[in-house]
């Protein structure tokens, strides 16, 4: 990934595709995700979104929203708090979620309709929707809630 402000434009520009996870946050790769998601509407290059612990941290919040305002993502990806949080509600416990993905369906459908876009909702069942249809996956381990990452780690 090419978090540098100075690159992040020029590498979304080439790229087929630009994972944006705002994973650790700071004012300089803030600046690179801007500069991305311009190149990235310029382009028409596509770009995921992992709006790691929104809701639960402000500041990434406002930054999250702000992304997904500017140039609508083709993916968005998080767990069912990130989802609810991003889309205006309370987020989980940091990076880990509180709520199941079945209870912040009709979030994550509004969500998708509202920006065009995909919404996947990551937990023991994942649910992947574009406002109209439903994907469920079972096909995790709980095991993997004990590694921080996993999320991050399987963006679709
Ligand atoms: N309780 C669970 N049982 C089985 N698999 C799970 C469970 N929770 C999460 N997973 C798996 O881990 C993946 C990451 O989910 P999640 O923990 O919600 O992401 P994040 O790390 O972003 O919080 C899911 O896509 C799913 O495959
Ligand atoms: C991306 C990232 N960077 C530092 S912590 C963190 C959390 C993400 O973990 P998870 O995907 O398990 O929510």
């Known amino acids: 990934m090419v978090d540098n402000p100075d690159e992040a434009g020029v590498f979304a520009r080439v790229a087929s595709a630009v994972l944006i996870n705002m994973g650790t946050p700071q004012a300089a790769t803030v600046a690179a995700m801007h ?25 990434r919040t406002e930054i999250a929203r702000t992304l997904v305002a500017e140039h609508a993502p083709a993916i968005i990806r998080g767990n069912a708090s990130e989802i609810a ?25 509004a969500l998708a309709t509202e920006h065009g876009c995909v919404v996947a909702v990551s937990g023991p069942v994942d649910h992947l929707t574009d406002g ?16 921080t990452g996993v999320g991050c780690s399987s963006v679709p």
């Open 35 to 59: 500069a991305a998601v311009e190149a990235c509407a310029a382009a028409g290059t596509p770009w995921v979104l992992d709006p790691v612990a929104a809701g639960g941290l402000p500041w």
């Open 85 to 109: 949080g991003l889309a205006g509600g309370s987020g989980g416990r940091g990076v880990d979620s509180t709520d199941s993905p079945e209870a912040v369906l009709d979030i994550a459908r």
């Open 132 to 147: 109209d249809r439903l994907v469920r996956l079972a096909n995790g381990h709980a095991l993997m809630t004990q590694v």
